[in-house]
């Protein structure tokens, strides 16, 4: 057989052309499926909604008016309720990440629902208080002996007015507890039903709004220090895939809040409905980072203890050994310097 060497010569061009375009193509679809791709500009934002307990939301807060969530290919909701329904939400799957105390982590049973620790967050020594009714003769922590205060059971409201009875001298059983959910504390305070409540500054804050001069606060700093810890499933895909851009963006929030405190003051602020003054407060006693201690595994060790004890809830039987619980990598890929925990 013979070939015109012109027609071979063309032809060989063209199929020469032909097929390293397919290589290339073959090439490229190798390359990409080689690693997972980053989310870009054209990638479909991944939907994640964020549950936030009854602490102020400040990293999320900051990370999602700023777009860092955004610009980690995510588009986050941010739901504020209290720390035990956040964490709730959770485990049942209606939140992707969650922010919560202690309390309702130490009452979670691992080995029914898997959860892992990936970082506090926030933390603050003066959460919690109490406000009282001072036309009910409430004036001085001695006068809550006998009245009736509202409290959600095992949350960390729970546990303050146990420390505080105690620091001033007062058993459990001198008051009336009164278990309810914290969402009808304000009108039951209004309506005369309860003689107090012991929650968060959030709620307590609105509540003495409410009562004007016929209200009292009491506080207790030092007294009962709260973390505001990141937690997600990592069992459930969309979860795991959207951790390291979660932490990233709070990161960088935690830069921006410490670059442009006024800014980020005023933006959580605003969101937050605060006064200018209170958000003064409350940053002036918090410690506002993302990282993980081994400090705070000796906080969910302390709380266990308090709920198996006094707590009246439902802990598992053993505890936990929380570091079993940590995802310490995650942060550590980003902000190594915050990590001080032993990843097993």
Same mark, same amino acid.
């Given at each position: 057989?013979?070939?015109? #060497?012109r027609?071979f010569?063309? $032809?060989?061009?063209?199929?020469?052309? +032909?097929?390293?375009?397919?290589?290339?193509?073959?090439?490229?679809g190798?390359?990409?499926?080689?690693?997972?791709?980053?989310?870009?500009?054209?990638?479909?934002?991944? +939907?994640?909604t964020?549950?936030?307990?009854?602490?102020?939301d400040?990293?999320?807060?900051i990370?999602?008016?700023?777009?860092? *969530?955004? !610009? !980690?290919?995510?588009? /986050?909701t941010?739901?504020?309720?209290?720390?035990q329904?956040? *964490?709730?939400?959770?485990?049942q799957?209606?939140?992707n *990440? $969650? /922010?919560?105390g202690?309390? #309702?982590?130490?009452? $979670?049973?691992?080995?029914?629902?898997?959860?892992a620790?990936l970082?506090?967050?926030?933390?603050?020594?003066d959460?919690?208080?109490?406000?009282?009714?001072?036309?009910?003769?409430?004036?001085?922590p001695?006068?809550?002996?006998?009245?009736?205060? &509202? /409290?959600?059971k095992?949350?960390?409201?729970?546990?303050?007015?146990?420390?505080?009875?105690?620091?001033?001298?007062?058993?459990?059983?001198? /008051?009336?507890?009164?278990? @309810?959910?914290?969402?009808?504390?304000q009108?039951?305070?209004a309506?005369g039903?309860?003689?107090? *409540?012991? @929650?968060?500054n =959030?709620?307590?804050?609105?509540?003495a709004?409410?009562?004007?001069?016929k209200?009292?606060?009491?506080?207790a700093?030092?007294?009962c220090?709260?973390h &505001?810890i990141?937690?997600? =499933?990592?069992?459930?895909?969309?979860?795991?895939? $959207?951790t390291?851009?979660?932490?990233?963006?709070?990161?960088r929030?935690?830069?921006?809040?410490?670059?442009? #405190?006024?800014?980020?003051?005023?933006l959580?602020?605003?969101?937050a409905?605060?006064?200018?003054?209170? @958000?003064?407060?409350?940053?002036?006693?918090?410690?506002?980072e993302?990282a993980?201690?081994?400090?705070?595994?000796?906080?969910? !060790?302390?709380?266990y203890r308090w709920?198996?004890?006094?707590?009246?809830s439902?802990?598992?039987?053993n505890? #936990?050994?929380?570091?079993?619980?940590?995802?310490?990598?995650?942060? =550590?890929a980003?902000k190594p310097?915050?990590?001080?925990?032993?990843?097993?």
């Amino acid at each position: 057989m013979h070939f015109h #060497p012109r027609a071979f010569s063309a $032809a060989g061009c063209t199929l020469a052309v +032909a097929v390293s375009l397919v290589l290339l193509f073959l090439i490229a679809g190798c390359k990409q499926s080689d690693k997972p791709v980053s989310p870009g500009p054209q990638a479909a934002p991944a +939907a994640l909604t964020i549950c936030h307990g009854s602490i102020i939301d400040i990293l999320p807060r900051i990370a999602l008016e700023q777009g860092y *969530f955004a !610009e !980690e290919g995510l588009t /986050v909701t941010l739901k504020d309720l209290d720390g035990q329904q956040a *964490f709730s939400g959770l485990l049942q799957g209606e939140c992707n *990440f $969650a /922010v919560s105390g202690a309390p #309702p982590i130490v009452l $979670a049973d691992p080995q029914a629902t898997p959860f892992a620790i990936l970082a506090t967050i926030f933390s603050d020594d003066d959460s919690a208080k109490i406000i009282a009714r001072r036309d009910r003769g409430i004036a001085t922590p001695q006068d809550l002996k006998g009245k009736r205060i &509202g /409290v959600k059971k095992g949350v960390v409201g729970h546990l303050f007015l146990d420390l505080f009875l105690m620091q001033h001298g007062l058993g459990q059983n001198e /008051v009336v507890p009164v278990f @309810m959910a914290p969402e009808t504390f304000q009108a039951a305070l209004a309506s005369g039903e309860i003689d107090g *409540f012991s @929650m968060t500054n =959030r709620m307590v804050r609105a509540a003495a709004k409410g009562l004007g001069e016929k209200g009292v606060v009491f506080a207790a700093p030092g007294l009962c220090p709260i973390h &505001g810890i990141l937690t997600t =499933r990592l069992d459930i895909p969309p979860n795991l895939q $959207a951790t390291p851009g979660v932490l990233k963006a709070l990161v960088r929030a935690e830069q921006y809040a410490k670059r442009e #405190p006024a800014a980020a003051k005023g933006l959580v602020a605003k969101a937050a409905q605060l006064s200018a003054q209170e @958000m003064e407060e409350t940053w002036g006693r918090a410690t506002i980072e993302v990282a993980l201690a081994n400090s705070l595994f000796v906080h969910l !060790e302390d709380q266990y203890r308090w709920q198996r004890e006094q707590g009246g809830s439902q802990a598992p039987p053993n505890m #936990p050994n929380y570091l079993d619980l940590v995802a310490p990598g995650y942060l =550590r890929a980003i902000k190594p310097d915050a990590v001080s925990v032993i990843e097993r």
